[in-house]
C-alpha cells in the first residue's frame, strides 16, 4: 500500500472540500461518520464514479488527523488534474482575501500563487476565466431583487458607446450588442448557449423552428423550452462523453 507522503486540502468546482494525496491523487468528500463521539470524515477517490470504480478512500478524524488510507488505486496517477485542482483551489483563497476585488489582476494572482507550487502547473490561458469568475462572485452588490435593477446605467454602454442592454421586463433582462444582435437575426435558426437559467419568462414568444446548441444542463433546456416550444435541442459532445465516463 503506498503511504501518505503529503495531504494537501482543495476544493471541487462546487465548493466541496477535496483532498490532494502525494499530489496525484484526488479524493472528494463523500460523508461524516459518527462513532465513539468523533465526527470522522470520509473521502473518496474522484475516480470512484467514473469507469474505473476506484475504490481508494481515506477517513480523517475532526482534526484531520488520518485514522485510515486504503489505497485500491487501478488507473494511472492524476498529477495534472491535481495540480489544476490545487492552484485553483489557492487563487480562490488569494482572492477571498482581498477587500477590494476590482483591484485584483488574474495574471498577477496566478504568477503568485504558480511560483510556490513547486511541480506541474497549468497554463494561465487555461484558467483565466475560473480566475475572472472567482473575481467577479467577490464583488458585493447593493441589488438584491430583480425589481431592483436600474433601467438605465454606465454599465448598459459598450466602450464604443453602443446600448448593450436591449430588453428588460418584469421577468428577463437581456444583454446583447448591436454586432450580436446583427448575428442573431441573420443566424437565428441556430443557437449557441452556455450557462444555468434560474427563471424563464411564461410568455411563449417565439414559434418558428429553433435548434439550440447547449450543455447537458437540466435548468437550460426547461427554461429554453418555456419561451421556444418548438425547440430542437443539440447538446454538445464533449459534455455528453464526461456523461458517459461517470
Known sequence: MEEIEKIEFSETNRGKKQLIINKKYKFNFSLT?????????????????????????????DKNEILKYESFHNHLEKEFDASLSLIKHKIKEEIRKSTIPMDLKPRR??????????????????????????????IHTDITTFDEIPNESIYY?????????IFKNPNI???????????????????????????????NSITTQINLHCDFEIAISNAARKIIPNLNIKYFIWHYKKSLEK
Do not use: H, W
Open 33 to 61: 461518520k459518527k462513532d465513539n463521539s468523533k465526527n470522522s470524515k470520509v473521502y473518496r477517490c474522484t475516480e470512484y464514479k467514473t469507469a474505473n470504480k476506484c475504490k481508494s478512500f481515506i477517513i480523517l478524524n
Open 109 to 138: 494572482i496566478y504568477n503568485e500563487v504558480s511560483q510556490n507550487m513547486g511541480f506541474i502547473c497549468p497554463k494561465y490561458d487555461t484558467i483565466r476565466s475560473q480566475i475572472l469568475r472567482n473575481i467577479n462572485k467577490q
Open 157 to 165: 454602454k459598450t466602450e464604443r458607446g453602443e446600448d448593450f442592454m
Open 173 to 203: 433582462i437581456i444583454f446583447q450588442s448591436p454586432f450580436q444582435a446583427k448575428l442573431f437575426s441573420k443566424y437565428y435558426e441556430d443557437i449557441f448557449a452556455d450557462g444555468t437559467f434560474y427563471v424563464a419568462p411564461k410568455e
